[in-house]
C-alpha cells in the first residue's frame, strides 16, 4: 500500500455523473486502497449514490455546491461564471494543496481552460497539452496534443515532446523511449515549417531517449513511437479518425457474424477468444485525457464514459502521481538548449 | 459498350512494375471493352509481359523511353530531369490530346509535380488536390485533399469542396451530396481561421448539395458527409492514421481466433463471411487517388499494389472521364461568389 493520496472529483461531470462518479470512486477505492477522495457537487443528488457505498463514503468527503458546468458550455464562460462550479472547485482543490490531483468527466474546454487558469503552466511551458494513449502492435503509446491547442509552432511542438517523453519515462516506465514527431512524410523536408523546426531542436537536445524524427499517420497504431508529438488540430482529427475507424469494422464484423448460420455458430465458438479481443480494443481501457505542463494533475475522463472507466481514468491520475510526472518534466525541461529567453526560464 | 477512350500508362510506376502494370491493364481490358491503352517505359522489359497477352497487345501502343522516375525521387528534381521519363510521356500524351487519362502507381509528389506542370489547373483553381473514396457505416465518401498541399487557405479549402462536390455528383452518382470540412469540433468557432472563412464562403454560395459545416474525425467513417473537405497535411494524417487502425484491428483478429482450438474451429466456420469482409475492406477496392482540378484526368495508384488494385484504379479513370468530372468542376466554379476577381475567373 502507497502514500495516502487524495483525489479531487467533480461529481457532476459526465452523461452519467453523478451515479458513474460515485461507482467509479467506489471500483477505484478497491484498487487502490490508500486513496481518499474529495467530492464536489450537489449533497443531494450525490449522497443518494454515495450513502449506499459504505466504505466509499468513509473515503469521501463530500463538499456542496450548487452549480455545475454544462457539456455545452463555451471554455470562456464557463471560465468567468463556473467559480463556484463543482469542476472549478476540484481544481482549487488542488491548487490549495487539498488535493493531489483532479479527475472530471465534464467539458474538455472548459477543464482545461480552467486547470490552466487556476493551477497555471509550468515555468518555460507556455501551453499545457492533452495526451492520451493508444493501443498499438507492440502495447501502447502516448500521443499529445489532442486538441487543447488548435495551432501550434515549434516551441509548442517540443514542450509536447519534453512533455510525452517525461510521460513514458515514469508512468510507461520506459527508460529510453522513442519519439517523433507527426509529419506527412519522414524526409527533412516534409510539412510544415514548425514541424522542421521543432525537429532542428530536438534533434540538438539532451533529451533521454530516442529522437526518430518526424512519423506518419500509420505509425501510430504500428507503435513505431512511444511517444508520438503533434499539434492539437492533428491530433484530434487523428484520434477521432482512428475511433471511427475501429468502430466502423467493428460494425461490418457484427453484420459478418450475423450474415449466415455458420458465421453464427462460428461466432458463438470464437466467443471466448472475441471477448479477449474486445477487452484488447475496449475504449474504457483507454479512457482518461492527461493534461500535461500544468502545476498539477489533472486527468479528463470520457463524457460519455461508465463507472468502469472513470475507475481507469481516477487509475491514470493515481499513477501520475505515484511517478511524480510533473517533477521529471520540470527536470527534464532544462535539459534543453533553446538560446538564452527560454534556456534560463527552463533552467529555474 | 462505350465510346473508344484512350489511356496512358506509366508502366514503369509501382514497386511490381511493369509486370503488374501489364496484368492489371489486362484485367481492366477485360472489364472495359472500350479502352485502348498507350504504355511507356523501357520496351525490353515491358514486351516480355505484353507479348504474352495477345488481346491487351491488339488494344495496346507500347512507346519506348529508357527514362524512369525512382520513387525515391524529390519533386522538383523529378520534374527537372524526367522530361523523359515513362511518367513524364504519360501525362505529356494527355496533354497532347493523345489520351484522355493517365494512371501511373510511380511516385506521388513527381506525378502530381509533373501533371500540375504539364497538364495546368483548371481555370479559378489555384492548386489541384489529392482525392480518394473511404469506406463508411453507408458506403463510401470522398476526401480530399490527402497530401498534394500541406497549408491551405480558405480559397484552397472551397476550391476543394467544389472539386469534391462535383466528383460526388458525377463519379458517385449522387444529385446533391452532403459535404463538410473536417475540423475538431462541430461549433461555429472551432477550428482555424481559414475554416470559418472557408465555411462561410460555402454557406453563401449556389453550390449544389448539402453544406453540412464542420465535422470532426470520427465522421469519416460513419459516413456524416458524402464528401470530406480538408488541407493536405490534416487529410494525409488521416488517411494513414484509418489505414493503421484497420492493419492493428486485422492483426488482433488474426491473433485472436489463432489463440485456441475452438476459436479456430470458430473461423473455419465463419470462413466464407470472413472473406466477404475481407473484400469489403480490401484496400485494393478503394486504390485509386484521384488528382482534381487539372486540365486532365490523372489517377495514382498505390505503389504497393498488384494487378488488382491497378485495374481498380485504371477503372477510377474511366469512371472519371464517363463522367465528364473536368468540364462538372468547370461550370461549378461559375456558381461560387468569392469577389469580383476570383469570381471573373472562374466564369470564364
Known sequence: MGKALTIALDAMGGDAAPEMVVRGANIARERFPEVRFLMFGRKADVSQFLDRKKRLKEVTTLVHTDDVVSSKEKPSIALRSGRNSSMRLAINAVHAGEADCVVSAGN????????????????????????????????????????????????????????????????LGLLQPSYGLLNVGSEDTKGHESLQEASNILRGSALPGEFLGFVEGDDIAKGTADVIVTDGFTGNVALKTAEGTAKLINEYMRHTFRSSILASLGYLLARPAMRKLRQRVDPRGYNGAMFLGLNGIAVKSHGGTDALGFANAIGVAVDMHRHGITEKIRSDLALLDRGPGKAQVAAV
Open 108 to 171: 474538455t474546454g472548459a477543464l482545461m481552460g480552467m486547470a490552466k487558469f487556476v493551477l497555471k503552466t509550468l515555468p518555460g511551458i507556455n501551453r499545457p497539452a492533452i495526451a492520451s494513449f493508444f493501443p498499438t502492435m507492440h502495447g501502447e503509446s502516448v500521443m499529445l496534443d489532442l486538441g487543447a491547442n488548435v495551432s501550434c509552432d515549434a516551441e509548442n511542438l517540443v514542450d509536447f515532446a519534453v512533455m510525452g517523453n517525461a510521460f513514458a519515462r515514469s508512468v
